[in-house]
């Protein structure tokens, strides 16, 4: 990977996602040691970590007779009311146990705002409110944005449709992430990532068995993938 020029952007590998936890993403823990592995390949790494205020407007339980998974309209759009999950200095919003990233450069926290949702680690739900990783991406030199982690229809997708729209090259790493596949989001989610030109890559392409492997896969992938 270029040390500049390329990013690798793990997703909300907290534990409310995980198998047992309080909006559990099915098998999601299976991407932790991917994710592991990817990252040893970049030297430039962001993590995410959904950030929310117990009072959060995106929660069932904040709403008098709504239940988790149904969908309501909020000034900013359409939102899935979700259980209470990932709430601040909660274990529940901790990382993973076996996530092992220490060269993480920056940890993005979304969601933290308690009118509106943020899926995206680049702009919030309302499509105006930036997290503020856009303007360190461009300022740190980075072209190609590498996606990794949960869920691949929501916070994945969002983030990377986003990162497109902001002029990066992306490819979402598919094996990398786990979906939650609300009323068929999954199918749509790569439907509007591969129209927006988001290209759709396998972890053993990048990993290889050797590091003449690896140098060969990644020359391929961003001669003949490339978006732009």
């Excluded at 990252?39 to 929660?59: E, G, K, M, N, Y």
């Excluded at 916070?155 to 609300?182: H, K, M, P, Q, Y």
Aim: hydrophobic content about 40%; proline content about 5%; some cysteine.
């Amino acid at each position: 990977m270029n040390q500049t020029e390329d990013v690798l952007l793990v997703v909300d590998l907290q534990n409310d996602f995980m198998p047992g936890g309080a909006l559990a993403v099915a098998r999601g823990d299976e991407v932790v040691p991917i994710a592991n592995r990817l990252a040893r390949l970049f030297t430039h790494v962001v993590l995410t970590q959904d950030w929310h205020p117990r009072s959060h407007i995106s929660f069932a339980a904040n709403h008098a007779g709504r239940k988790p998974f149904e969908y309501m309209t909020l000034p900013y759009g359409e939102q899935v009311m979700w259980p209470v999950h990932c709430v601040q200095e909660t274990p529940g919003a901790a990382f993973h146990r076996d996530v092992d990233i220490p060269h993480a450069r920056a940890i993005v926290r979304k969601g933290h705002h308690q009118h509106v949702d943020s899926y995206s680690a680049f702009v919030e739900a309302d499509h105006v409110t930036p997290t503020g990783l856009t303007g360190y991406l461009r300022d740190t030199g980075v072209k190609r944005v590498w996606c990794c982690g949960l869920a691949t229809d929501f916070c994945v997708a969002w983030s990377s449709l986003d990162a497109r729209a902001a002029g990066f090259d992306v490819f979402v790493i598919e094996d990398a992430t786990r979906a939650i596949d609300l009323d068929g989001s999954l199918d749509a989610a790569w439907r509007e990532m591969q129209a927006a030109g988001v290209q759709r890559v396998r972890s053993p392409d990048l990993l290889g068995e050797s590091s003449a492997d690896r140098a060969e896969g990644l020359a391929a992938h961003l001669s003949t993938h490339s978006p732009n």
